[in-house]
C-alpha cells in the first residue's frame, strides 16, 4: 500500500519531506523524560534523526541523564546508516526497564555527532515530552520516534507500512 502524506499545517513538519538516507542534525527542543516520580532526562541539545516517514528520534547526551539509573545491557542490532548500537536498561528504584535506550559507540562517519549519545524509547516511560508537550510514540515494536502535534505523517510502523 503506498501511503498518503497528510498536508501540513503551517507549523508542521511533514515526515515525508525528511531525507533518505536519514540525517542526524542538533535540535534545541526541551526534551524530557519523566518516570515513577523521577526525572530520567532533560535537556535543550540533544541530537534529532530524521528520515522519511518517520518521526524525530531524539539522542541525549549522558551528562543530561539521571546518572544512578543507566546501566549498560546486553545486546545489540545494526543501522544500515548509524552502524552498531548498544542497548540500555534504565533502573528506577525497583523498576527495571529493560533495552529501552540505545547509543551507537563508533557511529558511522555521517552520524559521528551521535557518539555518547543515547536514544530512548518514549512508551515505557510515564511521560516522554517535546517542549512540554508529551509525546506518542511511533508505532511498531522496533521504532523509537517521538511524534507531536509539530508533525504530519502517516507514520511508519503501523500496520501495513512495513514496505514503506
Known sequence: MKPRPEPPRPDQESVWDFPRPAVAQPSASRITIEHDGLIVADTRASIRTLETSHPPT???HPADINPDILHR????SFCEWKGAAAYWDVRIND??????????PSPT???AILRNHIAFYAAPFDRCLVDGE??????????????TSKLAGPFKGGPGSRGW
Open 109 to 111: 562517519a555521517d552520524f
Open 58 to 60: 531524539y539522542y541525549i
Open 134 to 147: 508529551t509525546v506518542i510514540p511511533q508505532p511498531g515494536e522496533f521504532y523509537g520516534g517521538w511524534i
Open 95 to 104: 523498576i527495571i526497564l529493560p533495552k529501552v535506550g540505545w547509543s551507537y
Open 73 to 76: 545491557a546486553d545486546g545489540s
